[in-house]
């Protein structure tokens, strides 16, 4: 088996004070990324996504944002990046 190697400057933190989109098990959530620790993400401005439209497209389909800043588990994050 192969020895990972953390590379510095590469996972969630590269993107600190970004606008990211979280890929989690049931839901995708959009947000400025404030926050991390060793359970949660913290997004401000976020919103759920409950219908993507095309990815080529500048804005969600179906996108409803949240009330205040939010937090997600890093346990149910699949995957992540910028998207819009």
Same mark, same amino acid.
């Given at each position: 088996?192969? @020895? $990972? *190697? +953390?590379?510095?400057? +590469?996972? #969630?933190? #590269?993107? $600190?004070? +970004?606008? !990211?989109? =979280?890929?989690?098990?049931?839901?995708?959530?959009?947000?400025? $990324?404030?926050? !991390?620790?060793?359970?949660?993400?913290? #997004? +401000?401005? %976020? %919103? !759920?996504?409950?219908?993507?439209? %095309?990815?080529?497209?500048?804005?969600? @389909?179906? %996108?409803? @944002?949240?009330?205040?800043?939010?937090?997600?588990? #890093? &346990?149910? *994050?699949? &995957?992540?990046? *910028? =998207?819009?």
């Amino acid at each position: 088996m192969k @020895k $990972l *190697i +953390e590379v510095e400057g +590469e996972g #969630l933190g #590269l993107f $600190l004070g +970004e606008r !990211i989109t =979280l890929f989690c098990g049931n839901y995708i959530y959009t947000g400025k $990324l404030i926050g !991390i620790n060793n359970l949660f993400v913290k #997004l +401000e401005n %976020a %919103a !759920i996504v409950y219908e993507t439209g %095309a990815f080529n497209e500048k804005n969600w @389909k179906d %996108a409803q @944002k949240l009330p205040h800043e939010w937090y997600v588990m #890093l &346990s149910f *994050i699949e &995957s992540f990046g *910028i =998207l819009k």
